[in-house]
């Protein structure tokens, strides 16, 4: 039996013991159950987030989001990671720090209409995923913080290759190669990929 709780491929992260510790369902055994389980919370989350007009550049929504897509399944649902992970270059005791540098930015470039709003979307999300403020679930809830930026704007939320992106497949992998080319300052493949 594989551990639900251990890496299965490109992109997911690695949890300490002491966040492993802090599942709350105890009947989760298999990966699947675990998926189930935070998939549950997270339609919940959805519904919460798009019930009406929300800030998403509010650092105080984005740890709200995180704790209501995932307080059900983890103890540890939107506090910043203590640890340092395998994704992500930012050391653990610098998000507070990115992650307002993040907010700022992104403010800017759409009220001076830096870039057009998918590229400020996208490099909304890329720049989320990379400073990787909780233990786990940050390409998720940077997805559903992307889309809610989006709404904000007034624009429609991105397809995301029109797939799960929590199980392995080909277009995992198309999306983990975008996230990996705009970490090189190409953001060209994840513009592609947001609304294919």
Not at 92 to 109: F, K, Q, V
Not at 112 to 128: G, V, W
Not at 151 to 166: D, I, K, R, Y
Request: hydrophobic residues 35%.
């Amino acid at each position: 039996m594989t551990d639900p709780l251990l890496p299965q491929g490109d992109g997911d992260t690695e949890l300490t013991p002491v966040e492993r510790e802090s599942l709350i369902p105890s009947y989760i055994t298999f990966r699947r159950e675990l998926n189930e389980a935070e998939q549950a919370n997270i339609v919940e989350a959805q519904s919460w987030a798009f019930s009406r007009k929300r800030d998403v550049l509010d650092e105080a929504l984005l740890t709200s989001l995180h704790k209501r897509m995932y307080g059900n399944v983890w103890r540890w649902a939107g506090e910043h990671r203590t640890s340092d992970k395998n994704i992500g270059d930012v050391d653990a005791y610098r998000i507070p720090t990115e992650l307002r540098e993040l907010l700022d930015n992104c403010l800017y470039w759409i009220d001076n209409k830096t870039y057009e709003p998918d590229e400020i979307a996208a490099r909304f999300h890329h720049r989320l995923v990379f400073i990787h403020c909780y233990p786990n679930g940050n390409g998720r809830h940077a997805r559903l913080a992307t889309d809610l930026l989006l709404t904000q704007m007034g624009e429609v939320p991105f397809s995301w290759g029109g797939a799960n992106l929590v199980d392995a497949g080909e277009v995992r992998t198309r999306y983990i190669k975008a996230l990996q080319a705009a970490d090189r300052h190409d953001i060209g493949p994840l513009l592609g990929f947001v609304r294919s």
